[in-house]
């Protein structure tokens, strides 16, 4: 009888420790799960500390940018940090749309300053469809109406921008850009006008013509009134737009320079007891220095290339060579043809 209950005594103080064992192990688990929890609640005010921390910094930040935001939101409060934080939201920035009711007139324009929104703020339009909601909502009159019917029939024009940009182009501007402006630069002319702003009109032509710089030259010349041609004639102009263009507008602003220096130069009679040196007269009755000061008589050569543009540059007179006047204002020249 006795060694019957040996084993069964053995098989029972066996599962005696493993229980002993498993409730070892219980308790140690509810104890890191409560060393857990705690761990968890100061890490959650950590975060919250955080996270206020960097709220009230960012408000700074953003009233040293905008005081009226300041003023008008108040003292910050006092009281304890919340969970529930609010981070500023950015608004678009960069240019000011004008609405585009349909004019084919300000088609490109309009489309122009669209993209330039869109590259100021690429992340408040990252899809396509985000881009052409916002080109509709900057439409107006019977624009606005074609692309809300697009866009309430779901066309795959309102996909992307591009194809939208193209329907929007095919619709209402008619016109083919180059060949208006092409047409625009032949009939341009200077006229009374200054050869910058001659120059600002033309330049904005030729960005939408197609053609080479040699022929813009030879069209930005041609247009030029005739009292700066007449400036150019002595000259080797050069075959590039660019270059032509800074030396018209220097000789333009050169004789305005000559024409109000020519304006200040008022007669003032002697005064009363001045003294005037006596001039000596040569034979034939003119004076005798003003046959040595003039340098050039009727007969002169003509200047070569070289001499031409060194007295250009110079600013000296293509007649006389003297500075201060230009070949149209010489006084030897006029003297010669008396």
């Known amino acids: 009888m006795t060694d019957s209950a040996e084993p069964l005594q053995a098989v029972i103080q066996n599962q005696d420790q493993r229980l002993h064992h498993h409730e070892h192990l219980l308790n140690s688990l509810a104890a890191s799960m409560q060393e857990l929890h705690a761990n968890q609640g100061r890490f959650q005010s950590s975060l919250e500390d955080m996270i206020s921390s960097l709220s009230h910094q960012a408000q700074g930040v953003v009233g040293a940018a905008d005081p009226e935001r300041t003023d008008a939101s108040g003292p910050p409060s006092r009281e304890g940090p919340t969970t529930e934080t609010r981070f500023p939201v950015h608004e678009p920035r960069g240019i000011q749309i004008e609405r585009y009711d349909g004019n084919p007139g300000t088609c490109r324009s309009f489309l122009t300053n669209c993209l330039l929104l869109f590259e100021l703020n690429p992340s408040c339009y990252v899809t396509e469809r985000a881009r052409v909601a916002s080109v509709i909502t900057h439409l107006t009159g019977r624009a606005r109406e074609w692309a809300t019917a697009e866009w309430t029939k779901q066309s795959p024009v309102c996909q992307s921008y591009a194809d939208f940009s193209s329907a929007l182009t095919r619709v209402f501007d008619h016109g083919t850009p180059g060949r208006k402006s092409s047409r625009a630069l032949l009939s341009l002319r200077q006229g009374k006008t200054r050869v ?23 069209v930005f010349h041609h247009g030029l009134a005739d009292n ?14 660019d270059s032509l263009v800074d030396l018209a507008v220097r000789l333009d602003n050169r004789l305005m320079e000559r024409s109000k220096e020519r304006s200040s130069n008022v007669v003032r009679p002697p005064a009363q007891g001045e003294h005037h040196p006596e001039v000596t007269a040569s034979r034939g009755g003119a004076p005798a220095h003003a046959l040595s000061v003039e340098p050039m008589q009727v007969g002169h050569t003509r200047l070569s290339p070289g001499e031409r543009q060194r007295r250009f540059k110079e600013g000296s007179c293509f007649y006389c060579g003297q500075p201060g006047h230009i070949l149209a204002h010489c006084p030897a020249k006029d003297r010669a043809h008396q």
Do not use: C, G, V
């Open 196 to 218: 910058l702003d001659y120059a600002i009109e033309f330049r904005t032509l030729a960005a939408e013509s197609r053609w080479n710089n040699h022929a813009l030259a030879d």
């Open 228 to 241: 700066i041609k007449d400036q150019l004639a002595p000259l080797d102009l050069p075959e590039d737009l």
